[in-house]
T-cell receptor
Framework: EAQVTQNPRYLITVTGKKLTVTCSQNMNHEYMSWYRQDPGLGLRQIYYSMNVEVTDKGDVPEGYKVSRKEKRNFPLILESPSPNQTSLYFCASSLVGPGDTQYFGPGTRLTVL | SQKIEQNSEALNIQEGKTATLTCNYTNYSPAYLQWYRQDPGRGPVFLLLIRENEKEKRKERLKVTFDTTLKQSLFHITASQPADSATYLC????????FGAGTRLTVKP
């Protein structure tokens, strides 16, 4: 089944404790991206990647890192999480670029205490 | 500044009626615009894409219009059903995808 998977789905952590949210797609898509969704603000892009080893900042990259070593995986790294990073995170992928149909993962709800 | 505004946070309509959702944008010149559906606790699901040279696009009970002069897209669901209740997001493309905050549609039986 074609899908985007994220892990974990739920995470509660404390300020400053490094964490990684994994994202994987099995559709051989070149484009992958991370969004955060907050009430009233909608989806905001954190980082995106046009292909392996190519990543770029989105609207709200501060406090986040990403890597794209393999086509299928695009992990999101929070080196030192803070409470303002409490949010619902979505990974998405599309065939070539952002204008193609984006397939979203199920989301990761992160709480930073 | 650049903005994407969806007409209201919430829209309630009666089953069988047509739901019309609005997406207005400022200081963008998108080549295309997309609409997504999002159910609570789940990721958005793509519905329709309309390009700047297309006035209207249809898919089953869904219709999207795109007016680049007014900088507005309208999303219609005809013969609405309770199963259409969800949040609908518009997204447009400058270089990456920018999303509106969404409109939560509730269709009452």
């Amino acid at each position: 089944e074609a899908q985007v998977t994220q892990n974990p789905r739920y995470l509660i952590t404390v300020t400053g404790k490094k964490l990684t949210v994994t994202c994987s797609q099995n559709m051989n898509h070149e484009y992958m991206s991370w969004y955060r969704q907050d009430p009233g603000l909608g989806l905001r892009q954190i980082y995106y990647s046009m292909n392996v080893e190519v990543t770029d900042k989105g609207d709200v990259p501060e406090g986040y890192k990403v890597s794209r070593k393999e086509k299928r995986n695009f992990p999101l790294i929070l080196e030192s999480p803070s409470p303002n990073q409490t949010s619902l995170y979505f990974c998405a992928s599309s065939l070539v670029g952002p204008g193609d149909t984006q397939y979203f993962g199920p989301g990761t709800r992160l709480t930073v205490l | 500044s650049q903005k994407i505004e969806q007409n209201s946070e919430a829209l309630n309509i009666q089953e069988g009626k047509t739901a019309t959702l609005t997406c207005n944008y400022t200081n963008y010149s998108p080549a295309y615009l997309q609409w997504y559906r999002q159910d609570p606790g789940r990721g958005p699901v793509f519905l329709l894409l309309i390009r700047e040279n297309e006035k209207e696009k249809r898919k089953e009970r869904l219709k999207v219009t795109f007016d680049t002069t007014l900088k507005q897209s309208l999303f219609h669901i005809t013969a609405s059903q309770p199963a259409d209740s969800a949040t609908y997001l518009c997204a447009l493309e400058p270089n990456d995808m920018r999303f509106g905050a969404g409109t939560r549609l509730t269709v009452k039986p």
